[in-house]
């Protein structure tokens, strides 16, 4: 029965969408070649419905094929995605930034002149069946794309640890599959309770009698705090234009650099109370506003589409939408269906797990080989106590604040917990010396070149101006002519790029464990470290059951059998905004 199970998981079959919905498919050997002939059929549906035998599906794209397929209710169980595994095998060999289609594979391979990707192509709002292309727009020959997997299963012989690097292939096709079925399933949203909440934010749409609008473009609410902020200067100020608000403070004697709220609130002025709230409630009207709702809900549900592995650290982003950042006064309109639950799971203390589990440090992993919290345990080995101090010096490190107080933090730190800190200090090191880090699984930071720093290169900074947590992301395509701030950036890269490399372990295991059970279960958000399921309310204990689950098998998987346990703070709740 288990040689029988193996055989299946093990078997693969190439596939491509054909013209008029018909598809080409061939079996695969273990080393990527062809173990048959290559068929031809008239109903993709049909083909791979017909095949449930089959351990893993090779194709082009994901998003080629996969949305066709759940539309007529067909699951696949495994794939491979040949062009994110390019990208991730052209990070690896120091060539990230080269196209990456399977065409430019192609051509490579045979020294042929090698075409320029596609221009990515723009979020359809509101759509779903629209969002993908069923058919192969590549221009390459089926053949020729059965050359590119067999190289490309070549090439993961000559990576660094050809185990892990194909197990970060197989997690990253688990995570388009995941993305793709988020999408159909949508996050549950009411638009009405969204209205109701924006009227109480901004009051009425658009504001009417106002000084500085005439009349027009901003809800009234907004339209009050420019005219306060306006009056509190003297004169017409535009407070979304941040060169505006500076000249106006320089002009009353206070020289700022910026508008962040930290930097502002430290200012003794009338205009600083109105300002705030008018960036605050800003943000909420153009991110999620009445334009949102309009573009992105239908049928009471939100469907973002969902870019995985989009930053360079292997993060998820989105293709518009702005599902990463929905403030928590949106998420009242996150309300699961009549019967339902939302489950909504967050890790517990990620990144400084994972670094216990990549670093091997012995006292950093029995500190994290507990379901308490991580930094308390921490604090009595270490900081006398001080939590808060802890804390600090463990973001300090992994996030680089090596200066003042995060030096003699670190100092700390390095006494009890040396090699943790050596791994991220050799990471920072690499960085400033031009060269490439990996995470743990095998994903390669971007090579350095030149001047044009992400802003985000030192410390991420909340808009308090405090250390950020693992929220904290830095910009895709990270250059910098900075020695320094690259450290900073590569210290990161090697903890926050792997606990994405668990991260996507953990919705690989999560989605198998909910089809296992028979469950109704959907994934239907995933952003970082937090996972949401909506599911019956029958279901919710199992559920929760099942992410605890998922996150310790998806721990042992990519790092090894440690000590290190990666818990979950999990809330069964109606609307998304009572979870925290």
């Known amino acids: 029965m288990v040689d029988a199970r193996l055989d299946r998981v093990n078997e693969r079959w190439a596939v491509e969408a054909t013209e008029g919905g018909g598809a080409r498919l061939a079996p695969l050997g273990d080393d990527g070649l062809p173990t048959g002939e290559v068929r031809e059929e008239a109903d993709l549906i049909a083909a791979v419905r017909a095949r449930p035998e089959v351990g893993r599906w090779v194709w082009r794209s994901t998003t080629e094929i996969y949305p066709r397929l759940l539309t007529a209710g067909v699951r696949v169980e495994r794939c491979y995605d040949i062009e994110d595994a390019e990208l991730l095998l052209l990070g690896h060999e120091g ?3 080269e196209p990456r289609s399977a065409a430019a594979a192609w051509a490579r391979l045979h020294n042929r002149p090698v075409p320029a990707d596609p ?12 969002l993908f292309e069923p058919r192969n727009t590549s221009g390459l020959p089926f053949e020729a794309l059965l050359d590119v997997y067999a190289d490309q299963q070549r090439r993961y012989d000559r990576t660094e640890h050809p185990g892990r690097m194909r197990l970060l292939t197989a997690s990253e096709s688990a995570g388009m599959l995941v993305a793709a079925e988020m999408n159909r399933a949508g996050l549950p949203w009411r638009a009405d309770v969204h209205r109701a909440v924006l009227h109480g934010l901004l009051g009425e749409r658009y504001a009417s009698g106002s000084p500085r609008t005439g009349g027009g473009g901003e809800p009234r609410r907004l339209a009050e705090l420019a005219d306060q902020v306006s009056a509190a200067f003297g004169r017409r100020v535009r407070p979304d234009l941040p060169a505006d608000v500076v000249k106006a403070f320089g002009e009353a004697g206070m020289r700022i650099k910026s508008t962040r ?13 109105p300002l705030i709230e008018y960036k605050k409630l800003y943000r909420i009207w153009t991110a999620h506003g009445w334009s949102w709702l309009q573009d992105w809900v239908r049928d009471g549900r939100f469907r973002p589409e969902y870019t995985p592995g989009g930053a360079a650290s292997g993060r998820w982003t989105t293709n518009g939408g702005g599902a990463l950042q929905i403030p928590k006064v949106i998420r009242q309109a996150v309300v699961a269906d009549e019967g339902w639950r939302l489950v909504v799971a967050d890790a517990d203390q990620m990144e400084p797990r994972v670094l216990a589990a990549i670093s091997r440090d012995p006292g950093l992993m029995e500190v994290a080989g507990h379901d308490g919290d991580l930094y308390t345990s921490l604090s009595d080995r270490a900081f006398s106590g001080d939590r808060e101090h802890a804390k600090l010096a463990l973001l300090g490190a992994i996030y680089g604040q090596t200066s003042g107080d995060g030096l003699k933090n670190l100092a700390a730190l390095r006494r009890r917990f040396p090699l943790a800190v050596a791994y991220v200090d050799d990471a920072a090191k690499a960085g400033e010396e031009g060269r490439l880090v990996r ?8 090579p350095a070149a030149g001047a044009g720093e992400a802003d985000e290169a030192g410390i991420p900074q909340d808009e308090g101006g405090q250390l950020a947590g693992p929220g904290g992301e830095f910009t895709p395509g990270y250059a910098s002519s900075d020695a320094r701030a690259r450290g900073r950036f ?14 996507l372990l953990l919705l690989a295991a999560l989605r198998q464990a909910i089809f296992t059970a028979g469950l109704r279960a959907e994934l239907v958000f995933f952003q970082h470290d937090e996972v949401i399921v909506h ?4 279901e919710a204990d199992t559920v929760a059951k099942a992410i605890r689950g998922a996150g310790e098998l998806a721990g042992r998987i990519a790092f090894g059998d440690t000590p290190v346990r990666f818990p979950f703070t999990t809330a069964v709740v109606e609307r998304y905004s009572d979870a925290k």
């Open 119 to 130: 221009p990515p192509r723009a979020a359809e709002p509101g759509s779903q069946s629209s």
């Open 95 to 97: 060539r990230l930034g």
């Open 535 to 538: 599911c019956p309310a029958e």
């Open 261 to 273: 709220r930290w930097e502002l609130a430290e200012l003794d002025h009338p205009a600083v109370e």
């Open 439 to 446: 995470t743990w699984l095998g994903r390669t930071s971007p």
């Open 490 to 503: 590569t210290r990161n890269f090697v903890v926050q790029g792997s606990a994405a490399d668990w991260a």
